[in-house]
């Protein structure tokens, strides 16, 4: 754990983790996680908003640096795929009331982490950090803006300076060669 956040609290972002919501034939249902990762393989997944999975299609970035809010528990050596956001969740944490967001399963990228870091504050990050992110993410204060769009939604109990001092994760991926065992 980080020392600057150390002391902070984890706050959770979603109270059904055992379940993902997906577009199939386009069918909006649920599916539990554990048929997610038999489905594909994959020990979990990676949720990308619309503007950064566009890069993901049109680029098909070799390493790729992901920053989530405070914690994320991926684990290094592990697969995982990376999914569209076609519908962000919400969830109220007075009420409990949760929309899991909406994934898009019909062009999901493999990714294994080779690093991952949490409970980072923002202080201490270094602009090669941002080598390998998305294109909108290049420098600490495009990273707070990010990291407030994605999560003042989902998360509107919170305000952005709440938001900020929560803290990031810092996940590190390497693109999984396709082959005909591993192809969606």
Request: charge should be negative; aromatic fraction near 8%.
């Amino acid at each position: 754990m980080n020392e600057e956040t150390e002391d902070f609290n984890f706050i959770p972002r979603e109270i059904k983790t055992n379940l993902v919501r997906v577009l199939i034939d386009g069918k909006d249902t649920e599916i539990s996680l554990k048929e997610f990762q038999k489905r594909f393989g994959a020990f979990g997944m990676i949720r990308i908003p619309k503007l950064e999975f566009e890069y993901l299609e049109n680029n098909q970035p070799e390493l790729l640096t992901h920053f989530n809010l405070q914690i994320s528990s991926h684990k290094k050596g592990e697969k995982y795929l990376l999914v569209k956001i076609l519908e962000h969740g919400h969830l109220d944490n007075k009420t409990k009331d949760e929309t899991l967001p909406l994934l898009d399963l019909s062009n999901p990228k493999l990714y294994q982490c080779t690093e991952c870091d949490e409970n980072i504050s923002y202080q201490n990050l270094s602009n090669d950090l941002f080598e390998n992110s998305f294109p909108n993410i290049k420098s600490v204060q495009d990273l707070k803006n990010e990291i407030i769009n994605r999560y003042s939604k989902s998360m509107s109990y919170l305000t952005n300076e709440e938001i900020l001092e929560l803290g990031i994760s810092i996940t590190k991926l390497k693109k999984v060669i396709q082959t005909e065992e591993n192809n969606f």
